[in-house]
T-cell receptor, first 117, second 111 residues
Framework: GAVVSQHPSRVICKSGTSVKIECRSLDFQATTMFWYRQFPKQSLMLMATSNEGSKATYEQGVEKDKFLINHASLTLSTLTVTSAHPEDSSFYIC?????????????FGNGTRLTVT | AQRVTQPEKLLSVFKGAPVELKCNYSYSGSPELFWYVQYSRQRLQLLLRHISRESIKGFTADLNKGETSFHLKKPFAQEEDSAMYYCALTLRTGTASKLTFGTGTRLQVTL
């Protein structure tokens, strides 16, 4: 089955530094990947849609300059949290769609827990 | 805007009892509804989708457009069903679609 690998699974960084999270589709090509953020005991909130070869589409209220998304290949999307602050501490999850049909199921990575000290 | 509501944060049932996880949605178009499940220490995964009209692990869900609901049901709960369940909706907007999740319901099956 389709596998999405997310790395790292945990990261601790100091306030003001930047952190990069990778999302890879291991056995399929993903023209579209999605980045979600999940606060404790809350739902997954879509942050942005990552499109291969073009600019990401950000949801309302998500800072483009703070959460940089790059989708340079059909198997890799990266999320960089720039100048991280403690309020950016959260669980970040990526997902990828197999195929291009709008209602194809999403496959999720294991998530990255970011802690900013 | 589309919205998915799961009114219960926690649902606790005894093993063998029927289960119904509620999901209501608001969307003016033709929605595609899904149920995703997250077992302890595992990633989120698809459980079932309304267009498939199938039963997965004994679970079924029927889309009721009149009540704008997509409740997840199982006649007899098993211990291994304990997990976090998310109802989700996707917009029919071609390839530029996105999945909106409800807040999730934790199902706890006890002996």
């Amino acid at each position: 089955g389709a596998v999405v690998s997310q790395h790292p699974s945990r990261v601790i960084c100091k306030s003001g530094t930047s952190v990069k999270i990778e999302c890879r589709s291991l056995d399929f090509q993903a023209t579209t990947m999605f980045w979600y953020r999940q606060f404790p005991k809350q739902s997954l909130m879509l942050m942005a849609t990552s499109n291969e070869g073009s600019k990401a589409t950000y949801e309302q209220g998500v800072e483009k300059d703070k959460f940089l998304i790059n989708h340079a290949s059909l198997t890799l999307s990266t999320l960089t949290v720039t100048s991280a602050h403690p309020e950016d501490s959260s669980f970040y999850i990526c997902s990828a769609r197999v195929g291009v049909v709008y209602n194809s199921p999403l496959h999720f990575g294991n998530g990255t827990r970011l802690t900013v000290t | 805007a589309q919205r998915v509501t799961q009114p219960e944060k926690l649902l606790s049932v005894f093993k063998g009892a029927p289960v119904e996880l509620k999901c209501n949605y608001s969307y003016s178009g033709s929605p595609e509804l899904f149920w995703y499940v997250q077992y302890s220490r595992q990633r989120l995964q698809l459980l079932l989708r309304h267009i498939s009209r199938e039963s997965i692990k004994g679970f079924t869900a029927d889309l009721n457009k009149g009540e704008t609901s997509f409740h997840l049901k199982k006649p007899f709960a098993q211990e291994e069903d304990s997990a976090m369940y998310y109802c989700a909706l996707t917009l029919r907007t071609g390839t530029a679609s996105k999945l909106t999740f409800g807040t999730g319901t934790r199902l706890q099956v006890t002996l």
